[in-house]
């Protein structure tokens, strides 16, 4: 499997290539250069493989250049981390489906697939005797993930932007209270956007990318989608053995297109995903898009879902490259175009074509906490703010007939603000928060100005 960027001007890269580079090198964001295709019998056969080696048959189909015995324990190693047996189970309340991803060391999806981009990183850099300096932006759950998958490793150092005081403490201690040598986190005066932003102009200074030996943690990292597919096929192999479903639909909330867009792989993979339901908080630039045809960037708010307050979404780029029928050219028409106005429309016929795979709903702070308040009322289960987001969603645009998975991206002990408004109670805390506001913390406040980070990373980077 070859892989190439969505803006046409770097092919035939290798899995591991595509990986080490992270960012395009013409600014786009990788892709394969084809999808695999998989038949009816070929996904009746994953339907009941347990998560580990449901991963290895999805990935191995991606990864042309890694040996399987090698691939299957990265993989094996990357799980042993999280808390539950099935990694990520699928939970049934009063009808709704919950694909609880959560159980990872810092308590969010992005866990799933950074524990294994750590650990994948540690094997190329060993490979081929490099180091490696991680930069990445964060809205508040990316960070601790990444942290959490390098942290203590050799020849790997990570710099991790968030935004100052607009992630929740919880979010912020995660990050800020890990002191090992290796970790650097840096609060920017700004916003998720503006740190995205940053990171994607220091990838896109060749030479800086090349000195310092850059790495990207964020789903500009084509393994970063990769590994959040499988937890597509996961939920409906379960989902399946419980409606003995035809077809199935999944409620993701979004903010970076990251994790619906693995989603849209998936379906294209084959898995019979009626709709993918795409739910944003207050910041609906995509959910305007879907309905509308109208992707126009306006100021972020902050919400009781701070990791969605997020107005200018990466992936969406690598959606772009599908909806233009993998048209390179109009990819970089259409970017170039969305940096000089702020904005893109659609034709009538783009629309169809993005009716026929996505529904979208925004949902404001007030429905948010209610949600929450109403489903723990109802079932006793408790949803967190980004959650509640995708399962309010769901409840209003699923058909009554599909089943519809909704993603539980986070636990809800990382947002007890929002719980507690909702509920009247703080949530229960798992073990690994414990005593977290009593750890020693090392975090530096700086502007969200690309050349103060250069130079700061020019100053501490291996
Ligand atoms: C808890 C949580 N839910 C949902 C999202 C949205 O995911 P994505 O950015 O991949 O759309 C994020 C941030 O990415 C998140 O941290
Ligand atoms: N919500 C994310 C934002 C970054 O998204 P990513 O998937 O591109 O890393 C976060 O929690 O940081």
């Known amino acids: 499997m070859k892989y190439l960027s969505t803006r046409g001007r770097v092919r035939s890269l290798s899995f591991k290539d595509a990986v080490m580079m992270g960012l395009a090198d013409d600014g786009g964001l ?23 080696e449901l991963a290895f048959q999805v990935l191995s189909r991606f990864v042309g250049d890694i040996p399987s015995a090698d691939l299957k324990s990265l993989i094996d190693r990357s799980y042993a981390s999280f808390t539950h047996p099935d990694i990520t189970p699928v939970v049934h309340h009063n009808g ?29 850099l060993a490979e081929r005797g490099e180091k490696m300096n991680i930069l990445g932006a964060t809205s508040g759950d990316t960070g601790s993930a990444a942290i959490y998958g390098v942290r203590g490793k050799e020849n790997i150092n990570i710099f991790i932007l968030h935004p100052h005081r607009k992630v929740s403490p919880i979010q912020e201690l995660q990050m800020t209270t890990v002191t090992d040598p290796n970790v650097f986190n840096l609060a920017i005066r700004g916003t998720f956007d503006d740190g995205q932003r940053i ?52 409620s993701v909330p979004t903010g970076n297109f990251g994790d619906i867009f693995a989603g849209f792989i998936a379906k294209k993979m084959g898995l019979p995903i009626r709709r993918l339901i795409l739910a944003t908080n207050e910041n609906n630039i995509l959910t305007r898009f879907v309905r509308q045809g109208d992707y126009s960037i306006g100021a972020v708010s902050q919400t009781y879902s701070p990791s969605m307050d ?79 987001v995708g399962v309010r969603a769901a409840l209003d645009l699923g058909d009554g007939q599909t089943p519809t998975v909704c993603l539980a991206t986070a636990h809800p002990a990382k947002f007890g603000e929002a719980v507690q408004l909702a509920i009247g109670q703080e949530p229960t805390r798992p073990a690994s928060l414990a005593g977290i506001e009593d750890r020693e913390k090392r975090c530096e406040t700086i502007d969200a100005d690309t050349t103060a980070i250069k130079n700061y990373l020019a100053t501490h980077a291996l």
């Open 96 to 124: 709704v489906h919950i694909l609880e991803l959560f159980h990872g060391p810092t308590l969010a999806f992005k866990d799933v697939a950074l524990q294994f981009l750590g650990n994948l990183f540690e094997y190329l």
């Open 310 to 388: 997020i107005q200018l979404a990466s992936n969406f780029e690598r959606y772009l490259f599908y909806l233009y029928d993998e048209q390179s050219g109009r990819v970089r028409d259409a970017m170039s175009e969305l940096a000089s106005t702020g904005r893109l429309a659609f034709t009538a016929a783009e629309r169809e074509k993005v009716a026929q795979n996505f529904f979208a709903q925004a949902v404001s702070n007030a429905e948010t906490l209610e949600t929450i308040r109403d489903f723990h009322g109802k079932t006793g289960y408790l949803l967190d703010p980004h959650t509640a």
């Open 199 to 250: 990171v994607k102009e220091i990838f896109g200074d060749l030479d800086f990318k090349a000195k310092y030996a850059l790495g990207a943690v964020n789903s500009i990292n084509w393994a970063r989608v990769l590994a959040q597919v499988v937890y597509y096929f996961y939920a409906w192999g379960r989902v399946r053995k419980k409606t003995d479903c035809r077809e199935i639909c999944f």
């Open 30 to 52: 990788l892709l394969p250069e084809s999808i695999p295709q998989l038949t009816p019998g070929d996904i009746a056969a994953l339907e009941m493989l347990d998560y580990p």
